[in-house]
T-cell receptor
Framework: NAGVTQTPKFRVLKTGQSMTLLCAQD?????MYWYRQDPGMGLRLIHY???????AKGEVPDGYNVSRLKKQNFLLGLESAAPSQTSVYFC?????????????FGQGTRLTVV | DQQVKQNSPSLSVQEGRISILNCDYT??????FLWYKKYPAEGPTFLIS?????DKNEDGRFTVFLNKSAKHLSLHIVPSQPGDSAVYFC??????????FGTGTSLTVIP
């Protein structure tokens, strides 16, 4: 099983450029999440989805948009990249419906905005 | 405000000894707690969890203790092995759909 796959793994953007990060899971999970990890900040939730066609804001949603058109995919978009969005981005998924479950993470996308 | 706190950024332990990683939380509505392990350039992987109705959960060398009155949990690794060297994140979940993560503790097990 591939689990949770993120593409790309690395990217360098210029300020003002846009891009989309793709997260794909093959576990038929309902819930999907996008986090960013910054030094000294742990993992902070950007947006999440509890099912196909649904999205919700997390702790740090500004500057990002998401879409969940298909159950297996969760896209994170940066409309106009800023240096403050330099970070490592992690996608995660979980079955949903049972609060006593863990989330499964992808390998991360390292994004640098110059 | 950080609802889940790991106050020790790093910890060094000799191989074979016990590693104790600590985590504090502020939200009394958290009802499920998890520990994740993360190696460089990889995503976090689930290690062990505990429900708020328990005070201890054990899985091999790993034991998690929960003290609800103190809003504190800890992860014990015994005996510690060099392969345990990683960053450990504490996480908590409330009755909603969000996980809240601590800032991580970098564990180094010295051979």
């Amino acid at each position: 099983n591939a689990g949770v796959t993120q593409t790309p793994k690395f990217r360098v953007l210029k300020t003002g450029q846009s891009m989309t990060l793709l997260c794909a899971q093959d576990m038929n999970h309902e819930y999907m999440y996008w986090y960013r990890q910054d030094p000294g900040m742990g993992l902070r939730l950007i947006h999440y989805s509890v099912g196909e066609g649904t999205t919700a804001k997390g702790e740090v949603p500004d500057g990002y948009n998401v879409s969940r058109l298909k159950k297996q995919n969760f896209l994170l978009g940066l409309e106009s990249a800023a240096p403050s969005q330099t970070s490592v981005y992690f996608c995660a998924s979980e079955p949903g419906g049972d609060p006593n479950t863990e989330a499964f993470f992808g390998q991360g996308t390292r994004l640098t905005v110059v | 405000d950080q609802q889940v706190k790991q106050n020790s950024p790093s910890l060094s332990v000799q191989e074979g000894r016990i590693s104790i990683l600590n985590c504090d939380y502020t939200n009394s509505m958290f009802d499920y707690f998890l520990w994740y392990k993360k190696y460089p350039a990889e995503g976090p992987t689930f290690l062990i969890s505990i429900s708020s109705i328990k005070d201890k959960n054990e899985d091999g060398r790993f034991t998690v203790f929960l003290n609800k009155s103190a809003k504190h949990l800890s992860l014990h690794i015994v005996p510690s092995q060099p392969g345990d060297s990683a960053v450990y994140f504490c996480a908590a979940r409330d009755t909603g759909n969000q996980f809240y993560f601590g800032t991580g503790t970098s564990l180094t097990v010295i051979p």
